[in-house]
């Protein structure tokens, strides 16, 4: 939301050739990763006010990417955007969704489609939400003080994506999760819209106006 914020609020004071969100620190691959990303969001706010937009995000494989590895993912990233520009074939109404590897040596970059996946829950509860610490805090998030009634024991839940659901399969080929699996750069064009089913299917709503 911040990041989106920021688009809006940027039109009022001036005019852009170029709009990019990010660098993003981690993947913004797939439909899991993507349709919750506040740096595609952006972009897409842009494309969305006619602007030519790039959301760009750094994948990492380790939690090491300082030095080098930072140095080489910005000047990959740099080629890209410059080659984008350059070309200026911006889709539709849309923009591109840039994956870089945060790595140290150079990366071929490829155009790819989005990985269409699903997810578990994105919250579980906590471990133990009647420990006396638990109560304490939940009691003060919800402005629960009273010393006479004893408050109500909330069940609190903390943010714990549940990756291990996701399907144990390899990526199709030609899908940003693909690429970036395969430590390439990946570059998606994609359109500020909801798309449609792939799949033509009668769902016989005309059988509704005989009622």
Known sequence: M?????????????TFDLVVSGPNLGRNSSTIYTLASGTVGAAMEAALCGYR???????FYSMNFEGEKSKNACEMASRVLQHLVAKNAWPDHGLFNVNVPLVDYACPVHLTRLDKTTCGSLFRPVSDPHSSSEKESS????GIFSRQTPPPTPTMFKFAPAYATLPNTSPESGTDTWAIDHHYISVTPMVAAFGYPEKSVDYELETLNKL
């Open 2 to 14: 911040f990041m989106y914020a920021c688009v809006i609020s940027g039109w009022y004071k001036e």
């Open 53 to 59: 937009a790039i959301a760009l995000s750094f994948s």
């Open 139 to 142: 009691h003060k998030l919800l």
